[in-house]
């Protein structure tokens, strides 16, 4: 059977901007407004990552920040 690839498997350059856009408008939704640090951090979670370094964090906050 395949199972799904571990997000914390995958670097942050394969991490498409239209999937944490998409994540970001979810926690948007259901959470409502938040600093760029806290979104950055639910978005890693929602996608799977148990953690966030500087690589996912600068790929989450460029999309999180450009509108």
Request: charged share 20%; proline share 7%.
């Amino acid at each position: 059977f395949d199972e799904a690839p571990n997000p914390a498997c995958i670097g942050a350059e394969y991490l498409p901007p239209m999937e944490i856009a998409a994540a970001a408008a979810r926690i948007g939704t259901e959470s409502g407004q938040m600093t760029p640090e806290e979104m950055t951090r639910a978005i890693a979670r929602l996608l799977g990552f148990q953690r966030v370094g500087l690589e996912l964090s600068e790929a989450i906050l460029a999309v999180v920040t450009q509108g």
